[in-house]
């Protein structure tokens, strides 16, 4: 264009040296390289960089808490992601905030951005009519990224920082001139890092040839798919179990460990801790531990937008290439072009006869919407086992996704960022922070040929040994004693029960008798049209069944079928239901019609059985309820005895509820019968025990709200009657308070007030 600019101006210096004049480098200043690389709160500006530079015409208006995000957290990273030594962080407020946050905790990270990482301490906030506060360290501090974490008031708006100063320590930085686009700089050529390599195997290369398993010593090996494998030994001595535990270095592993005792049939290893530790009980004997690569899986991801049309033959090209190395058992791999058509194949590619009719029939689109992209990669890699990976072709001309982050943090894929015709430093940052998440790699593409070297590189880095740290532990086993307090709180909204309930009300004649001034029909119509009308959710899938409906017969009715309850509806057929002198009591032919009844609901089923009296229709009940638990419908029976004074009877009733994996409620009047089919209803929860040995019992059934005494141990609450979700299994020691809160489909977790024992 005949004009000529300068780009830019070195300075050579004394390592150790300021120049004089020059102020203290903020690293953090986004015209240095400083940037957001992610947040859980939209702080403001492009990538969230208002966070970083304090303006006054964009001061924050106060920040109020988000009971969804109770902790505003934001990661912020230097030029191209290089350490930076440390000396201070600095606090920059506006002189018009009012009520400011007490501060924020800082934590840093030398390795990647979802961490570890280590605690720094805590930035004040500035004082009352002053603007700048900072963190200093009495040594700098060697720090990649760093991490603020805010807790907002709960009950009102608080400001926090308008900016945040990184200051370096004098005399090396971030800025010098290093190797161009990468993190290595000042850090590793303080401590002489050298490049990573590999580990070599340290297995056996077979089960016969199986390496003796170190026991709380550090393992470092590799492994790769089709090359090695690495085999282990372990022997349990004579005596109790033990309990076996591998710990990863890694948080989520691209390794399989697999676990078979000397018979080689397969040992279950239970995952903790997310993907991290596994464990197993082991008896007395010989195992052996198979670690292998699993395969892997890629999601190629490029630019179609027209600022990169030049480079999209190229692209294909350089993914037929790809293709064709694709084998079974291997490898499998996802095209994923921009746009909003998505992934182009229908499911992962294991060969390349997979991929060709997909690139001919390549949706004709155009996107630049490169986070998008990374998005829908990291939620497909998520549930993948093995190595997962993304190679991105792209000049990262996109917007900001709030949901990306996550995802990624989740996934934790390795990306390779091949950046195209970029010459911008906010782009090339978002790249490198994609390929800083877990090794991957960041490099700018010059030139058509420069795309097949970017993909060389990615597919020897995919295809290079997959290495894994682990630590082994084996301890010895006891039945651990005592008993701890456990109870169970709904989360808002959650009290009520789910799933399908049906009702079934013993009309017989014997409920003409009266108790309390009235026939014990008319309290049961009552007790029953009050749980329809106020207690159960409004439109919940409900049945209502009744027998006893006609003199000298064992007819069972079903009055109101299966369908979405309509509460004065309901209400009507159970007023409408009299009782009937002489009528008998088929209980076994009610339960077994309920399970049919029930067939078409989803679980939970709870089975709700009001009656006064044994069964008289020659049916056998307890046949009855076995037969639908066996059927494989889960149903719970519940049995409400009202005005049942024959003890032995009640004690029957009780053991056929148990049969049914329900309660049995008794109920001696009105007010009784009214709170028993309430509580029939309440969610409840299994409590089984599982011994070393294997065995299990169940040693408890708690109610929603309930606190219950249950033995120490391996302890699994499992949703039972009126509830449902997930298992959650627990460890107990004895004298323990154990608060669980429960959640309708979500299940029990672990509350923040449970206490260690005494």
Not at 32 to 59: T, Y
Not at 186 to 195: F, L, Q
Not at 232 to 261: D, H, K
């Amino acid at each position: 264009c005949q004009q000529v600019y300068v780009q830019e101006i070195q300075a050579i210096a004394v390592p150790g040296t300021h120049p004089d004049g020059l102020g203290p480098i903020n690293a953090a200043d986004l015209e240095l390289g400083g940037h957001m690389v992610w947040a859980n709160h939209n702080f403001g500006g492009q990538w969230n960089s208002e966070f970083l530079v304090a303006q006054a015409d964009k001061s924050n208006n106060g920040w109020p808490r988000n009971n969804a995000v109770p902790v505003l957290q934001a990661t912020l990273a230097f030029h191209q992601n290089r350490a930076a030594l440390v000396d201070s962080i600095v606090w920059v407020g506006d002189p018009d905030d009012t009520e400011r946050m007490a501060g924020a905790t800082v934590e840093a990270s030398l390795d990647s951005p979802k961490g570890p990482w280590t605690a720094l301490g805590q930035l004040p906030a500035p004082p009352p009519g002053e603007v700048r506060s900072s963190l200093g360290f009495d040594r700098p501090l060697w720090a990649r990224y760093l991490r603020l974490s805010f807790e907002p008031a709960s009950d009102r708006t608080l400001f926090g920082p308008d900016g945040i100063e990184v200051i370096e320590a004098r005399g090396t930085s971030v800025l010098a001139l290093w190797e161009d686009d990468q993190p290595r700089a000042a850090y590793e050529a303080s401590i002489d890092a050298e490049p990573m390599a590999p580990e070599p195997p340290a297995g056996g290369p077979d089960r016969d040839n199986a390496v003796p398993l170190p026991l709380d010593t550090s393992i470092a090996s590799s492994v790769v798919i089709e090359r090695n494998e690495d085999w282990w030994r372990l022997t349990v001595p004579p005596g109790p179990p033990n309990r076996l535990q591998l710990a990863f270095v890694q948080e989520r592993p691209v390794v399989v460990a697999e676990l078979s005792g000397a018979d080689g049939a397969p040992v279950p290893l239970k995952a903790t801790r997310g993907e991290r530790v596994f464990e197993a009980v082991l008896r007395p004997g010989e195992y052996a531990l198979r670690i292998y690569e699993p395969p892997r899986s890629v999601v190629i991801s490029w630019d179609s937008s027209g600022s990169v049309s030049q480079y999209i033959p190229r692209t294909l090209a350089a993914v037929r290439t790809w293709g064709r190395s694709l084998q079974p058992g291997r490898d499998a791999l996802q095209l994923l072009p921009f746009g909003p058509k998505g992934f182009i194949l229908d499911d992962w590619a294991e060969t390349p006869e997979a991929i060709e009719p997909a690139l001919r029939a390549l949706p004709e689109e155009q996107s630049s919407n490169s986070e998008k992209a990374m998005m829908d990669a990291a939620v497909a890699l998520a549930d993948r086992r093995g190595a997962r990976g993304v190679v991105i072709m792209t000049d990262a001309e996109t917007g900001m996704n709030h949901s990306l982050w996550p995802a990624l943090l989740k996934a934790m894929p390795r990306v390779v960022s091949l950046s195209v015709d970029s010459d911008s430093r906010q782009n090339a940052a978002i790249m490198m922070d994609w390929a800083a998440l877990n090794g991957g790699r960041f490099q700018r593409v010059v030139g058509p040929l420069g795309l097949a070297d970017g993909m060389e590189m990615a597919n020897a880095l995919f295809r290079a040994p997959k290495a894994y740290g682990l630590t082994a532990s084996l301890e010895e086993l006891v039945e651990p004693v005592g008993e701890a307090q456990l109870t169970i709180e709904a989360l808002e909204g959650n009290a009520a029960a789910s799933g399908a309930v049906e009702l079934i009300l013993d009309a017989s004649g014997s409920m003409l008798q009266r108790m309390e001034g009235r026939r014990r029909i008319d309290i049961a119509h009552d007790a029953l049209t009050s749980l329809v009308r106020e207690t159960l959710p409004d439109g919940m899938p409900f049945a209502f069944r009744a027998f006893g409906l006609e003199e000298d017969a064992c007819r069972s009715e079903l009055m109101v079928p299966l369908g979405p309850l309509d509460r004065e509806s309901a209400a009507s057929a159970i007023e409408g239901v009299p009782a009937i002198n002489l009528a008998k009591t088929a209980i076994a032919d009610s339960l077994r019609a309920a399970g049919s009844d029930l067939a078409e609901a989803s679980a939970p089923r709870v089975i709700v059985l009001v009656t006064d009296g044994e069964e008289t229709c020659e049916g056998d009940p307890e046949a009855a309820i076995e037969e639908l638990r066996a059927s494989g419908l889960d149903a719970r029976v519940n049995i409400v005895g009202f005005a049942i004074d024959d003890a032995a009877l009640a004690e029957t009733f009780s053991a056929w509820a148990e049969a049914g994996g329900g309660t049995y409620f008794d109920a001696r009047g009105a007010k009784a019968l009214e709170q028993s089919i309430a509580d029939a209803l309440r969610p409840r929860f299994d409590v089984t025990r599982t011994y070393l040995d294997g065995r299990t019992e169940t040693v408890a059934r708690v109610a929603l709200g309930e606190t219950v005494t249950v033995p120490a141990g391996n302890l699994t609450i499992s949703p039972g009657s009126a509830a449902s979700g997930s298992a959650l299994t627990l460890d107990v020691t004895g004298n323990q308070t154990i608060l669980l809160q429960y959640q309708n489909g979500t299940g029990v977790v672990r509350g923040e007030d449970s206490l260690p024992p005494d």
